[in-house]
């Protein structure tokens, strides 16, 4: 056969095929979301996230050095609050003395190097179980802002590096923003969730923080999976109020929007490898339906190669042993 191009060239061995990889993955592209709770020596595996556990601080720190000495560089931690301390307003979450603030401060302390990234939606410490404040049945947007506000103070207060408001209220980044630099915390970055979708791939998550709405759905803020145009608005509205980096979440069934928001901004774009995608693997590897290995590394240079910088991964930890080597 005659044949001007034969690309398995580039195929033939190892050594070519990494010369012409286009993506490349690292252990720095990682930020490994944890959940932390009250209490003391408690390590509670997420019943739905096998591997996945939820920490008291002096379990939580144990772990930390694990994961530091793995090489990641940035978590992003979530609080798991019991029944008792939630309430309308989600007041448990500026409350200087509440358990997730200090776990920030002794994070901060023993790592000072580790990136911490907080969460700013009102939902861990909410009785209604709404990322926003319920009025009369309804997620009232500007009301919930005051609350954003004071709760991302004192996370920043706290020691957070970045906030990362995943609430999709409107306006929520800009007021942020204001609320932190009138206070003096400019150096606060905000990774915000532009594009989040209403999607049924967070049930893990919510299973692993007891924090599933107690009525209706996310529907009137989260996203239509439908939709890609209205991405773009959520992106430039974020781009305008201030965000340092924009978020799109969950990352599989939405690869074309990660790519859209990186062809159209020119600041780093991240995406959120959610709970749902992680235990999806999970449960066809211990089947023995897929290889589980393969099937992450896979998924984890796909994000990249469609535009995300970073990868929020609870595969963070087997990712960074494999690339470790
Ligand atoms: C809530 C929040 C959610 C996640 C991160 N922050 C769940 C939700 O919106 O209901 C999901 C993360 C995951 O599924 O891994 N503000």
Redesign the pocket.
Known sequence: MQLSRRPRRNRKSAGIRELVQETTLQVSDFIF?MFVQEGFNQKVEVKSMPGIYRFSLDNLLEELKEVTDLGIRAIDL?PNYPEGKKDRLASESYHENTFYLKAITAIKEKFPELVIMT?V????YSSDGH?GLVENGKIVNDATLEILGNMSLAQAKAGADIL?P??MMDGRVGYIRKHLDSHGFTDVSIMS?SA?YA?A??????DA?E???KFGD?KTY?MNPANKREALLEAQLDFEEGADMLMV??ALSYLDIIRLLDENFDIPIAA???????AMIKAAAQNGWLDGDRAMMEVLMSIRRAGAKCI?T?FAKEAAVILNG
Do not use: I
């Open positions: 979301p979530f969460d939606a009102m939902d861990p990322d990362g995943s609430d969730y989040k999607s791939f967070y049930g893990p998550f919510r923080l924090s599933a709405p996310k989260q979440k969950p959120y490898n959610v709970s749902g995608e992680y929020l609870y």
